[in-house]
C-alpha cells in the first residue's frame, strides 16, 4: 500500500523568506500523481500544486515549485517570498492512477513571522 | 452554487445517536468523495460515487456508517450509534469527472463532535 510522510509537524518563516516544506511517500508504481494542499482554518482544502509521475520537469505555479525527486521518493514544496496568507497546514498527497482516492500525508502547520 | 456545500459546519452529538451529514457538490460534478479528518491528522479516504454510483466504500470504518447519492447530485453520510472515535471533521470533494486529469474542489467540512 501507498504511504505518504511528512516529517515536519511544524515550521516557521520570516514574512518574505523561502520555506521548504519535506514530504516523502512509498510506492510500487511507475506512474503516479503528487499533490500539495493546503487548508486554511476555514478546513477547505485548495490544491497549491501538482506533479505527474512521468514529467521530470518540476511543477511550479508562480511563488510554490516542488522539487521532485523520483528515485527518492522525495516531493518537497518551495514557497519563495512568503506572505502572511500562506499560513495555513499543507498535506503532501499521493493518487495511483489506478484508483481515483487521494492518499494525504499528516500535514505540516506552517507559520509565517511578521 | 460556487462551490462544495456541506452542512452542518457544526454538529454535537451524544453517544448513541445518529446523525446525517449533507454534501452539495458543484453542479455538474461527476465524482464525489468523502474523507474523515481526525484532529491534527490528514483527511482519510471514506467512500467514492461516481453519479448515483458507490464505486468504493472501502474506507468506511464499520458497518455504522453509510453513504448514499441517490440522483447523482446531493450525498448524504449517515452515522448511526455514534461513537467517540468517531469525532472528526468529515469533508467532501467532487469533481467534473473521474480525477484523472481532473481538479478536486473541497467543501469545509462538517465537525462532528461526539460526547
Known amino acids: 500500500a501507498q504511504t505518504v510522510t511528512q516529517s515536519q509537524p511544524e515550521m516557521s518563516v520570516q514574512e518574505a523568506e523561502t520555506v521548504t516544506l519535506s514530504c516523502t511517500y512509498d510506492t510500487s508504481e511507475s506512474d503516479y500523481y503528487l499533490f500539495w494542499y493546503k487548508q486554511p482554518p476555514s478546513r477547505q482544502m485548495i490544491l497549491v500544486i501538482r506533479q505527474e509521475a512521468y514529467k521530470q520537469q518540476n511543477a511550479t505555479e508562480n511563488r510554490f515549485s516542488v522539487n521532485f525527486q523520483k528515485a527518492a521518493k522525495s516531493f518537497s514544496l518551495k514557497i519563495s517570498d512568503s506572505q502572511l496568507g500562506d499560513a495555513a497546514m499543507y498535506f503532501c498527497?499521493?493518487?495511483?492512477?489506478?484508483?481515483?482516492?487521494?492518499?494525504f500525508g499528516k500535514g505540516t502547520r506552517l507559520h509565517i513571522l511578521p | 452554487g460556487a462551490g462544495v456545500s456541506q452542512s452542518p459546519r457544526y454538529k454535537v452529538a451524544k453517544r448513541g445517536q445518529d446523525v446525517a451529514l449533507r454534501c452539495d457538490p458543484i453542479?455538474?460534478?461527476?465524482?464525489l468523495f468523502w474523507y474523515q479528518q481526525a484532529l491534527g491528522q490528514g483527511p482519510e479516504f471514506l467512500t467514492y460515487f461516481q453519479n448515483e454510483a458507490q464505486l468504493d466504500k472501502s474506507g468506511l470504518p464499520s458497518d455504522r456508517f453509510f453513504a448514499e447519492r441517490p440522483e447523482g447530485s446531493v450525498s448524504t453520510l449517515k452515522i448511526q450509534r455514534t461513537q467517540q472515535e468517531d469525532s472528526a471533521v468529515y469533508l467532501c470533494?467532487?469533481?467534473?469527472?473521474?480525477?484523472?486529469?481532473?481538479?478536486?474542489?473541497f467543501g469545509s467540512g462538517t465537525q462532528l463532535s461526539v460526547l
Open positions: 498527497a499521493y493518487r495511483s492512477p489506478r484508483d481515483d482516492k487521494i492518499i
Open positions: 453542479s455538474g460534478h461527476v465524482s
Open positions: 470533494a467532487s469533481s467534473w469527472d473521474r480525477p484523472t486529469n481532473e481538479k478536486l474542489f
